[in-house]
């Protein structure tokens, strides 16, 4: 690329490794507002085939068809921006790739060949042969489409979690070799954050189920359809946002043992001892200070269960560490080289993730009590539904915190502890390479999101439609007065 | 260029060599699979003219795009996990070119699923859908013919090059020295290829009588003639200006062996086609993607990114090299990822791929047959 803008001095000043990483964000970012919510959706659109098989009633069948047809609008564009990141550690991070390639390959690979497959071609049965095989192999194929893509997130999860807390590896200095594959691949942080990861996909979905919902009773039409998605909304949503408490109680465990220097950015801690629990604060990081809300002692509390374990503040990681003085008995890593992540960052974003699943916790109650009022057949509340129609941004918006705790939160390191973030890239491609397809990326990625955005709400507005085409089974009237009756069995699933 | 070197242990050797295999079978199942979706849309906005047959073109690949896209992330992927050195030297160095690719590939799949639901835009969506189609299409051809012909590699000896941050192996070309006359008739054969393949399909899945059947089974019968002329060209200029740098490789014999597969599967196609059976010559012409990647892998053996071997020589005379360019190609042994690693994928492989094949014959079997007035409806 030299030979292309090798005379163009503006671009010199222009850091190659902060624009691959402003590219990687923006790429990834974008990546997990769809695939969150594909992942999520397929799970909804199993869920009401299984139904369907069981009643075989007409309006069944039209809810799978919606929400499958919801599913593959945004499915597609995980798949397409999905290539984007298979293509990138290659393209951008071609350093990283030939460091981690022996361990992060694999998981790729696996992906594509265990879950794609799967979940793409049982997708075009679900999508284009409703009435060319069995009722059964249809309800299979529906769920399969769901197990390929949460399998998927296994194996991504595997090859992300091995660069947070690596493992079952031997560090060559120009490479990193697989010794033991089970341990590399359930290395510590592999299964927390899966499950973690999992589960806010579907609390994702499920808000977004029961806003569409909420719409439907809004502009009172689709009754039953609306009372239905509040109700299996409700009831998936209550389920996965309890589980997260055990989930995120494992995962923040497994940080405070194995990051200590994410930990104490995530709690802007910066000198030794135990670690509070800030409700909000703001960090300074010239001054190094933290000024907030805390309830001393809670998160050592939460991590080892004992309020006064002493974990290492920023002052200390900063620095090289060694752990096995038995000062820090939380730590189970052995030691760390040293280098803090961006503090405030890092500390708003784990806050911001905190307090938006308090929120969730509000919506449920909210959602709960519109739905008691429709079964009692009441008039729901205005405000109620509005609020409910916003409710898939709190998720949303957790979700993206949440990530930016962990990505963030391990700088400077690309694998943690191993290899500098700044080591990783590719030494051939050039600023201005990086900066026109960041340029492309955003262009590109906004005509996506605007297509996107209004191919879903015309769905929504057309909704799930029962007609009376040759093929279809007869139209069986169901009353709106129906409603509770409906809405009050979905609960056995 | 270097002696090739091994790794040292036989049986690391054998799974490097097993892999080496196993891409070159992941290509071969994207050529074909996925040949025919891409090619159909190139063909897209000459063989299709009225919605409904757009819709029908549309539909012909409908189920089918997004499982047979898959064999290319999983070809990336193995080449990732097996030789991941390969994979990071090809994919920076190619920047703009895989740029361009993974654009055509973004908007062509958005495309294939929006442009029925989204009506107000389906012009956008049609050109997405060609675009994005023609530039994978063409642009793949390109990246195998550069592999094939060597390109510019950083040497353990190219002291300036390290000295600036460069990494033994990384590609230091540029992009223009990608369109070498040799690449760009790798393109040409790769997109006719392609082409070619999806005139075939269409012909086997359009109604027998409609116009796209009709318009079909013209392109495949012209596109078969040029298929076989850009083969000849492309086999002429590979004997007498790329073959003669070679050094090292070892499995030439078998590419003369594929080129004969080439002429065959032409012939067999041919007389198909005249025949008008649609389905024979459609399965007759996948001999040709299966003798292109034979020639490639063949060629390359037991490279995978092969350095220049003269950079001031016939084939590489677009490269402006650098006077320390003194690399040692990226062959299977000195790219293979660790024996563990290699046992690894094999065994995911021989679990995976088994079932991969089991789910196409299903969705292949229930899409069987030519598209009928009411599949149009339903979608």
């Known amino acids: 690329m030299e030979l292309l803008f090798g005379g163009c001095g503006v671009f010199a000043a222009l850091d190659a490794v902060l624009l691959a990483r402003i590219q990687f964000a923006l790429c990834v970012i974008f990546h997990f507002l769809f695939v969150p919510l594909s992942i999520g959706l397929g799970l909804f659109v199993a869920l009401a085939e299984t139904r369907y098989y069981k009643t075989k009633d007409p309006k069944d069948r039209a809810r799978t068809m919606f929400w499958a047809k919801i599913f593959t609008t945004t499915f597609v564009i995980g798949v397409a921006t999905g290539i984007t990141m298979e293509f990138s550690f290659g393209t951008n991070w071609a350093n990283y790739s030939r460091y981690v390639g022996d361990i992060f390959g694999a998981p790729l690979a696996a992906e594509a060949l265990l879950s794609f497959f799967l979940e793409s071609v049982f997708l075009g049965i679900v999508l284009f042969a409703r009435d060319k095989i069995a009722p059964k192999l249809y309800l299979v194929s529906a769920w399969l489409v769901w197990f390929g893509s949460a399998l998927s997130a296994l194996w991504i999860l595997i090859a992300n979690s091995w660069m947070q807390t690596p493992a079952g590896y031997q560090d060559l200095g120009t490479k990193a070799e697989i010794t033991d594959f089970w341990g590399a691949a359930l290395n510590p942080s592999t299964v927390a954050r899966y499950l973690h990861t999992v589960d806010s996909v579907i609390i994702l979905a499920s808000f977004c189920v029961m806003a569409i919902g909420a719409y439907y009773l809004l502009r009172k039409r689709n009754l039953d359809d609306g009372a239905r998605f509040i109700k299996t909304g409700l009831t998936i949503g209550i389920i996965t946002v309890i589980l997260m408490l055990p989930f995120a109680h494992m995962q923040a465990t497994v940080v405070a043992e194995q990051q200590p220097a994410k930990l104490a950015a995530m709690e802007g801690q910066w000198e030794d001892g135990p670690a509070d629990m800030m409700l909000f604060g703001w960090v300074n990081e010239e001054t190094q200070t933290t000024t907030g809300l805390g309830i001393p002692g809670f998160t050592s509390f939460l991590a080892s269960f004992d309020t006064s374990t002493v974990y290492p503040g920023l002052n200390t990681t900063a620095n090289a560490v060694d752990f096995s003085s038995g000062k820090y008995s939380g730590v189970k890593a052995d030691s760390y080289k040293g280098g803090n992540p961006p503090v405030n960052i890092t500390f708003q974003a784990y806050h911001l993730m905190v307090a938006l699943y308090a929120l969730l916790i509000i919506w449920l109650i909210i959602a709960g009590i519109t739905l008691k009022g429709i079964n009692k057949a009441k008039k729901p509340s205005k405000l109620a539904l509005y609020l409910m129609i916003f409710g898939p941004l709190i998720p949303f918006l957790c979700i993206q915190a949440g990530w930016m705790v962990a990505e963030i939160g391990r700088q400077p390191w690309v694998v943690y502890n191993l290899l500098e973030t700044a080591k990783g890239v590719s030494p051939v491609v050039s600023a201005p390479e990086l900066l026109i397809t960041i340029v492309l990326f955003v262009l590109f990625y906004l005509i996506l999101f605007i297509a996107w955005l209004r191919i879903v709400l015309g769905q929504i507005k057309k909704g799930p439609q029962v007609d009376g085409k040759a093929e279809a089974p007869k139209v069986i009237e169901i009353e709106d007065a129906a409603v509770p009756a409906v809405a009050a069995s979905e609960g056995g699933e | ?379």
């Not at chain 2, 690949?61 to 990732?80: C, R, S």
């Not at chain 2, 030439?252 to 010559?281: C, E, H, P, Q, T």
Request: contains cysteine.
């Open chain 2, 1 to 379: 260029m270097g002696a090739i070197l091994t790794t040292g242990s036989a049986m690391h050797d054998g799974l490097a060599i097993l892999w080496f295999l196993l891409i070159a079978v992941l290509i071969l199942g994207y050529f074909i699979l996925d040949g025919f979706d891409l090619g159909a849309g190139v063909l897209y906005p000459f063989v299709a003219k009225k919605d409904n047959e757009k819709a029908l073109v549309r539909r012909a690949i409908g189920p089918l795009w997004d499982g047979n896209e898959v064999w290319l992330l999983t070809g990336g992927g193995a080449l990732f996990a097996a030789f991941a050195p390969a994979y990071a030297t090809s994919f920076s160095g190619f920047y703009l070119a895989i740029m361009l690719v993974l654009f055509g590939l973004i908007f062509r799949a958005v495309a294939v699923e929006y442009r029925d639901r989204d009506t107000k835009w389906k012009k956008f969506w049609d050109g997405a859908f060609f675009i994005g189609s023609f530039l994978p299409a063409l642009l793949f051809g390109a990246a195998v013919g550069n592999c094939i012909a060597g390109v510019a590699l950083v040497g353990a000896g190219s002291t300036a090059h390290l000295a600036a941050g460069l990494a033994v192996g990384d590609y230091v070309g540029g992009f223009f020295s990608l369109l070498n006359p040799f690449a760009l008739l790798c393109a040409i054969m790769g997109l006719v290829a392609f082409i070619t393949q999806g005139a075939a399909w269409l012909a086997l899945k359009a109604p027998v009588g409609s116009e796209v059947h009709q318009r079909a089974v013209k392109f495949r019968s012209l596109f078969n003639i040029i298929e076989l002329v850009v083969f000849v060209l492309l086999s002429a200029f590979f004997l007498l200006f790329v073959l003669p740098t070679f050094d090292g490789r070892s499995g030439m014999l078998f590419a003369y062996v594929f080129a004969g597969v080439f002429i065959l599967g032409w012939i067999v196609a041919r007389l198909f086609m005249n025949k008008g059976n649609d389905l024979m010559s459609f399965l007759a012409s996948n001999l040709i993607p299966i003798a292109l990647i034979g020639i490639t892998a063949a060629s390359l053996f037991p490279n995978l990114i092969p350095a220049a071997a003269n950079p001031e020589g016939v084939v590489t005379y677009f490269f402006l090299p650098g006077q320390d360019i003194v690399a040692d190609s990226i062959t299977i042994f000195s790219a293979a990822n660790s024996q563990l690693c290699l046992t690894a994928m094999t065994i995911i492989t021989c679990i995976g791929l088994p079932l991969v094949l089991v789910y196409h014959v299903i969705i292949y079997r229930t899409f069987r047959g030519r598209i009928k007035e009411e599949d149009l409806v339903e979608y």
